[in-house]
């Protein structure tokens, strides 16, 4: 399970968000993955790439969202398998808070990939927006899907719990989604082919016309630290700097509260 190799990497990812470690008496145990029947395909390509003995079985019964639902079942029993895979970082039981990232090198996108196949979303909202979202109980997952699309789309995520459920939503739209979808779901990589199409599909979106584009913030320089202490009046700096005169007032508050560091201390 040499998590460098791209197909290993997203397995894990998909492993973390929607397998079941379980522990059995004495040495017994086993690590399923159960999904639905039409993503059965993905579940053929894991089997071929564990060098183990392993099963794949189908079962349908009522849930909350379907009179009937067929799922399709993965399970590997042998003992050295599951050590290496617990060893990575899936635990035995109850897992859904407790997952992190690789402490091993890995294959990053791979491994996002396979969070998100599991776990998340890729598609259009209601309103035809592209979008990517993957939810998460794990405060390291939330974080590492922050950092890393930041690195993609250049785009910061601060990962909070929503109130109701305590789980983490971390949500990429238009071209955010584009960009971060089309570095994911790259051409031959291992993945849920269905949301593979979808996040294919993502990069046919083109912003309306008069559509204002998505605000990035301006960041603050030095000299322009010096500008605005040296004029020391929001509405001056505003005009001298094509800032707002809001924006220099907070500034000029931060730099002198020391809540920013001031030019000569950097």
């Known amino acids: 399970m040499d998590l460098t190799v791209p197909e290993y990497a997203y397995m894990f990812g998909f492993f973390q968000a929607d397998g079941h470690l379980a522990m059995g008496q004495g040495r017994k145990g086993r690590?399923?993955?159960?999904?639905?029947?039409?993503?059965?395909?993905?579940?053929?390509?894991?089997?071929?790439?564990?060098?183990?003995?392993?099963?794949?079985?189908?079962?349908?019964?009522?849930?909350?969202?379907?009179?009937?639902h067929t799922a399709a079942i993965w399970s590997v029993h042998a003992l050295e398998a599951r050590t290496t895979i617990n060893k990575l970082g899936l635990p035995y039981g109850r897992k859904s808070d407790l997952i992190s990232p690789p402490s091993v090198t890995f294959s990053r996108r791979d491994y996002l990939r396979g969070l998100i196949d599991a776990d998340g979303s890729v598609g259009y909202t209601a309103k035809g927006f592209p979008f990517v979202s993957l939810s998460s109980a794990s405060s390291a997952i939330a974080s590492f899907l922050s950092a890393y699309g930041k690195e993609v789309t250049g785009a910061e995520r601060t990962a909070k719990r929503n109130a109701r459920e305590g789980i983490y939503?971390?949500?990429y739209m238009m071209e955010?989604?584009?960009?971060?979808?089309?570095?994911?779901?790259?051409?031959?990589?291992?993945?849920?082919?269905?949301?593979?199409?979808?996040?294919?599909?993502?990069?046919?979106?083109?912003?309306?016309?008069?559509?204002?584009?998505?605000?990035?913030?301006?960041?603050?320089?030095?000299?322009?630290?010096?500008?605005?202490?040296?004029?020391?009046?929001?509405?001056?700096?505003?005009?001298?700097?094509?800032?707002?005169?809001?924006?220099?007032?907070?500034?000029?508050?931060?730099?002198?509260?020391?809540?920013?560091?001031?030019?000569?201390?950097?």
Not at 204 to 231: C, F, Q, S
Not at 241 to 263: A, N
Request: with cysteine.
């Open 169 to 171: 939503n971390v949500l």
């Open 31 to 68: 690590l399923t993955v159960e999904i639905s029947a039409r993503d059965i395909d993905l579940l053929r390509e894991f089997q071929k790439l564990t060098p183990y003995k392993s099963y794949i079985t189908e079962r349908t019964r009522s849930t909350n969202f379907a009179a009937t």
């Open 176 to 266: 955010l989604a584009q960009r971060l979808a089309g570095h994911l779901y790259y051409p031959g990589c291992l993945s849920l082919e269905r949301k593979h199409v979808a996040a294919d599909s993502l990069s046919a979106w083109v912003r309306p016309h008069g559509m204002r584009a998505a605000y990035t913030a301006r960041r603050w320089t030095d000299p322009e630290d010096r500008i605005l202490l040296k004029l020391n009046s929001p509405t001056a700096a505003a005009e001298a700097l094509d800032r707002t005169p809001q924006s220099c007032s907070l500034r000029l508050w931060r730099l002198r509260t020391g809540r920013v560091p001031t030019p000569a201390d950097q």
